[in-house]
RNA sequence: GUUCCGUUAGUAUAAUGGUUAGUACGCUUGACUUUCUAUCAAGAUAUAAGAGUUCGAUUCUCUUACGGAAUACCA
């Protein structure tokens, strides 16, 4: 690649970032590292109406949590600033005005009151207004094409409202080029002219992207597949300004899990999962979202399974470290067709990195989950060893640092109760008798570890001639108050010989 | 409605002008652990439909169907 790598993720601080966007903003990303180029951020809020005060820190924090951390943005290395287009207005107009001169855009002073008239009327007669060379100089709509120079500059100076749109060239097939999807074609004659700065004085979307795009040197527009429709006018404004346009690929885009549509920030409450990264409050409404982050995912988790969102390295390897990603990633090989997102898979990767945490780094996160649990009702103290064993036990059975206690509770603390239906079926009439039994052989070992009290047991067992299921069950039931848990003879000897002990006469007593 | 984009099992995907169309999640069954939400093993399920090019197409072309997006003084 001769020209230096820059590309940016330019979201819109409406609300906090949804997985989709924090797709867009990875794959940005893992482009950038993968040429040694620049990534940047870019907040694009130019609508005031849909300004959400507390959207941008959120998206930040989000990157930050995602370890998707951006080169250039707000308040950081700001060579190319400011970049927050509210910051930029100035600009923007210098563009628009220069498009005007050049007969590229043109002012226009229709309502929105006669634009919408406009447009149910069409709709009646099952037809499609679109301001373009149809009707822009037909007289019904008032621009100047159609006013004189005069009467424009009147309008103007008399303070009427006006915006400022882009003049489409017609009778042209453009064929462009993206990067995912190779060629596509768009007969100009079917564009519209599109507004590119409107009556409040800000630049649309449009002008505003391709103006700072440029002036940014970004060299790749990598977005969501949203934005196909509009890379014809975007190619277009490159060309009426004159400027090399940068290189476009266009994202599938991340489906909901059932029905119809893309995912949407809704549909996280709907449908029980977390869209957001991290939980978000909106303040105006007070509601709280849920976030990947406070549902227990590890950040590595939620980007790896990201990753493999509409892209695969083309091997059999799914697992891999944002370094290794970058290593792999390529844009070519991102899929055409729209993903749809899987919990299962989600929960399977985050499940994966939990297996392969160490289990050292996992008592950590352990910690304040025991001590808030256990409260000081512990059968002993538990030192860091000890959690750790815990941990090595019960972990494979475990996709969340959360699931760990009701794993594992019974390596803390006395069972308070036992499995009502476990109960019945392990314990008989003669279980006492056998559990005496039982205590008397436990009694005599001396050497309380997993092999010795497993070899014992199970010769007295099998000198007894009676069933496994017989104690096992009822020793398992006595220990853990349920049938469940890790090997029963890791468990006795984790508790030791005296707690064991006790449990299975505390259980002899109760059942 | 119009324009653009897309379509390999339930889902995410791999591969190829000639293969038993691979993998993962999920699912089913079995084994093991005489517990399980674990583990292991086995299994079922896919090239949307039709036509064309070709000795041969899932792969290239066209049509249809279906899905998605866009069609705002939102991004």
Request: proline share 4%.
């Amino acid at each position: 690649m001769t020209n230096e790598v820059r590309v940016r993720f330019a979201p819109s601080p409406t609300g906090p970032l949804h997985i989709g966007g924090v797709r867009t903003a990875l794959f940005n990303y893992l482009f950038a590292k993968k040429y040694n180029g620049t990534f940047i951020l870019r907040i694009e809020d130019t609508d005031k109406n849909r300004y959400v005060a507390n959207a941008e820190q959120y998206i930040i924090d989000a990157l930050k949590w995602c370890n998707i951390p951006f080169d250039e943005g707000p308040n950081k290395n700001e060579e190319f600033g400011p970049y927050r287009q509210s910051e930029r207005k100035e600009i923007y107009k210098k563009y628009a005005d220069f498009l005007i001169k050049n007969e590229k855009a043109y002012y226009a002073f229709d309502t929105a009151e006669a634009l919408n008239e406009e447009r149910k009327n069409h709709e009646e007669q099952k037809k499609t207004f679109i301001y373009n060379w149809h009707n822009r100089e037909k007289g019904r709509l008032v621009n100047s094409l159609v006013l004189s120079t005069e009467e424009v500059e009147k309008r103007i100076k008399n303070g009427d409202k006006y915006v400022i749109r882009f003049k489409t060239p017609t009778n042209e097939t453009l064929i462009m080029q993206d990067i995912i999807r190779g060629e596509v074609k768009i007969d100009t004659n079917v564009l519209d002219d599109k507004i590119l700065f409107k009556s409040d004085g800000m630049p649309t979307y449009h002008l505003a992207n391709i103006v700072d795009d440029h002036l940014m040197k970004i060299s790749h527009v990598i977005r969501g597949e949203e934005w196909l429709p509009s890379m014809a006018l975007h190619i277009l404004l490159y060309r009426a300004f004159d400027w090399k346009a940068p290189e476009f690929a266009h994202l599938p885009l991340i489906l909901k899990p059932t029905g119809k549509g893309k995912l949407s920030k809704r549909d996280g409450d709907k449908l029980g999962f977390p869209v957001f990264p991290m939980e978000y409050l909106n303040e105006t409404t007070n509601e709280v979202s849920r976030g990947y982050k406070e549902d227990g995912y590890f950040n590595d988790a939620l980007i790896n399974m990201l990753a493999f969102l509409g892209w695969n390295p083309g091997t059999e390897q799914e697992l891999f470290s944002l370094d290794e990603l970058i290593q792999v990633f390529d844009l070519k090989k991102v899929n055409k067709a729209g993903a749809r997102f899987d919990l299962d898979k989600t929960k399977w990767f985050q499940n994966q990195y939990l297996q392969n945490k160490n289990n050292t780094d996992l008592v950590e996160l352990f910690n304040p989950i025991i001590d808030a649990n256990l409260d000081g009702n512990g059968f002993k103290d538990f030192n860091t060893e000890y959690r750790t064993k815990v941990i090595s036990l019960i972990k494979e059975r475990a996709t969340f640092v959360s699931d760990f206690w009701n794993l594992s509770n019974f390596f803390f603390i006395t069972p308070l109760e036992y499995d009502v239906k476990a109960s019945k079926k392990a314990w008989k009439e003669d279980t006492n008798n056998l559990m005496e039994e039982l205590i008397v052989i436990l009694t005599a070992i001396t050497d309380f570890s997993t092999e010795n009290i497993e070899t014992k047991v199970k010769e007295w067992i099998t000198s007894k001639e009676i069933g496994f299921g017989k104690i096992m069950q009822p020793f398992r039931l006595s220990l853990v108050g349920a049938m469940k848990g890790p090997h029963i003879f890791d468990i006795a000897s984790m508790l030791g010989k005296e707690e064991t002990i006790s449990r299975i006469q505390k259980a002899c007593a109760t059942l």
